[in-house]
DNA sequence: TCCTGCCCTCAATTCCGCTTCAAAGGCAGG
DNA sequence: CCTGCCTTTGAAGCGGAATTGAGGGCAGGA
């Protein structure tokens, strides 16, 4: 046991870090905490002797790192995913890019759905008083085939 | 009643189209044309002498409409909104004016999140690093996990 | 006639990503 | 010791949008 840590080391033993500590630190609801254990998206932490949960600054990574992936939009197999990539550092980097990449395509995709739709939108808005037979936004969201 | 259709007429009396048929047409998965059905958002068909359910065009244009506007992430009561709107392209004024005010508003909302959510996403992508550890995905994500 | 592939209704269930609940026990300050 | 907030568990609930299952009926071709 070292009863002092090592400064950067990975085995430091700190004070471990509560649940609610961790929450606050993060960012992320305590019950979600306890949901993320629960699918296995976050690993197990160590136990005090009366039971509670005992985080690390590892803990407060990888968590800081499914949230900020949440934000970004991914979906929890997404994470996984991503999680996994990041456990081998070694790997090369081309699937987390493909992973992002594709994400990203998505996104700019439902940009330019909505900015037609939005077009169409100020159209009806904007009614100059004329009618418009050809509605925007049935072009917008009809969109036939084309995209 | 129409015996023949006028061409381009959506008053047009045609064989009727069937729910599968109307499911490959529009992409979407029969029983959820019954659930839209359900909940109102699909007008009933016509039925024939042995109950089947019968489509016309009207029915195609309208449930593209509705799938555009799922997969632009409208919830249904949204897609209900627009579709009064679209319904009455010529009629913007009023109450409909104020309507459209909104999903403006909403949209634009939309937009402008998924824009931000895209900037994050470009930083991100297309990283040259060759391998996990040199990742932007991963320093995005993560910053510093070692695990 | 039979077979295959549609179609019908209606209720119950699934999915995702949490959130809430209930009942119990722990810990620190005063 | 009391008070008050912390933590524990498992289970149930939620919202929205479908999807599935059971138990049939209809169409049309070989």
């Known amino acids: 046991m070292h009863p002092v840590a090592t400064t950067g080391s990975r ?7 509560t ?6 630190r993060t960012g992320v609801n305590i019950e979600t ?4 254990e629960k699918i296995g998206l976050l690993t197990d932490p160590r136990r005090t002797a009366t ?7 590892d803990h407060v990574r990888r968590l800081r790192f499914i949230r900020r992936g949440r934000d970004l939009g991914f979906n929890i197999d997404a994470i996984r995913a991503l999680l996994r990539l990041a456990e081998h ?5 081309a699937d987390a890019d493909q992973l992002a990449s594709q994400h990203l395509a998505e996104v700019e995709q439902r940009i330019a759905d909505l900015v ?3 077009n169409g939108l100020r159209e009806v808005v904007n ?3 004329h009618s418009i037979a050809e509605c925007r ?8 085939l084309d995209r």
Chains 1, 2 share one sequence.
């Not at 649940?19 to 606050?24: D, N, T, V, W, Y």
């Not at 039971?51 to 600054?57: A, I, N, P, S, T």
């Open 89 to 93: 550092p070694d790997h090369p980097c």
């Open 51 to 57: 039971g509670y949960r005992e985080y690390g600054e």
């Open 11 to 17: 085995e430091m033993i700190q004070a471990g870090i």
């Open 137 to 144: 936004i049935m072009d917008a969201l009809c969109g036939d």
């Open 33 to 36: 905490i306890r949901y993320y």
């Open 127 to 129: 009614c100059q008083g």
């Open 116 to 118: 037609r739709l939005r």
């Open 19 to 24: 649940i609610g500590e961790l929450g606050k």
